[in-house]
């Protein structure tokens, strides 16, 4: 019997190779043309595929006729026609916890780098203004209230994090139960716009999907202090980028960080990059050397295990496709 084969659609890391080392039947190919024909071109000859950030269409789908499991090397999916997957009996899975920490890591340093005006400062000191401290003052992340947008792997590794900073936390995710939020020592939020105006900090954790797509547009954010941040590492354009930028023009809000966009990677003309009140990065927030091993090590591995017949079905998206 032959090897089977992986199409891997990023480097092969460390992670990964410390998973497939141990196997002779299975063998890894890069690659680095993503293009929907291109993919449609070879995606037959395998077995299963390791995803980066390219789509996996429809018209792919029809084509992956040997196909036993697609494997995200991170937690969102957007980018994949799960409906596609599961007509065929495909399991999408995704990397579970392996970059919730990270992800949580990075929404608390954006809220501390906008309260303490990491940038601004940093500028203005090599600049010999050390008057910068008093004309445009810091704040304490401590005893402000903050809104989580969802409760998931990544928000329940946030609430830890803003609770010991001294923050008093309120969480909305209507698909919890809500004594499990009360439990965790913060407030649940059944009408999140309606709490929305007296938070200091908004911070996105929720999937993208046809009910966040936009949520936070232009009354959301009018209707936030002219003193709070929203911060978004989930997904682009669960808030409005257009929105946003109006309102950090017109210092409705104080200021954002913001890791995902809607067109990636950004162009230097993005208007948002004019601004001073916003602090971003490249969709990094889940991308650290320890997160980038864990997340190749459990999605490697999740093909393995489907190859196996042992999947975890809890890192299955559609998990209809197992029974």
Not at 151 to 174: E, F, N, T, W
């Amino acid at each position: 019997m032959g090897k089977k084969r992986i199409m891997v659609q990023m480097p092969i890391s460390a992670g990964i190779q410390s998973v497939l080392a141990g196997r002779d039947d299975v063998e890894a190919v890069r690659y680095t043309e993503l293009s929907e024909d291109n993919i449609m071109q070879h995606v037959g000859e395998y077995d299963a595929a390791i995803m980066g950030v390219a789509p996996f269409t429809e018209r792919i789908a029809a084509m992956a006729d040997k196909m036993q499991i697609v494997s995200r090397h991170g937690v969102g999916y957007d980018a994949i026609d799960i409906l596609a997957l599961t007509k065929r009996g495909i399991p999408l899975t995704v990397v579970g916890i392996a970059n919730s920490v990270t992800v949580a890591e990075h929404a608390l340093f954006f809220m501390l780098a906008l309260a303490k005006r990491a940038v601004q400062y940093d500028r203005e000191v090599r600049k010999g203004n050390w008057n910068i401290r008093f004309d445009a003052p810091a704040y304490d992340l401590a005893g402000k209230k903050v809104m989580i947008l969802g409760y998931g792997r990544i928000g329940r590794r946030l609430v830890p994090m803003v609770k010991a900073m001294g923050m008093d936390v309120h969480v909305h995710d209507p698909y919890v139960i809500q004594d499990a939020l009360v439990t965790a020592g913060v407030t649940p939020v059944e009408d999140w716009r309606q709490a929305l105006p007296e938070m200091d900090f908004l911070s996105v954790n929720c999937p993208k999907n046809e009910e966040t797509n936009g949520m936070i547009g232009a009354a959301e954010l009018a209707s936030m202090k002219p003193t709070a941040y929203v911060v978004n590492t989930a997904r682009g354009n669960i808030v409005d980028e257009k929105a946003l930028y109006t309102a950090l023009k017109n210092n409705v809000i104080a200021g954002a960080g913001i890791d995902p966009f809607v067109v990636e990677p950004a162009t230097p003309d993005e208007p948002l990059f004019q601004l001073d009140n916003i602090l971003v990065s490249p969709h990094s927030a889940g991308v650290t050397e320890e997160s980038m091993f864990r997340m190749g090590a459990v999605a490697a591995q999740n093909v393995l295990d489907c190859f196996d017949g042992k999947l975890n079905p809890d890192n299955v998206i559609n998990k209809e496709v197992l029974k």
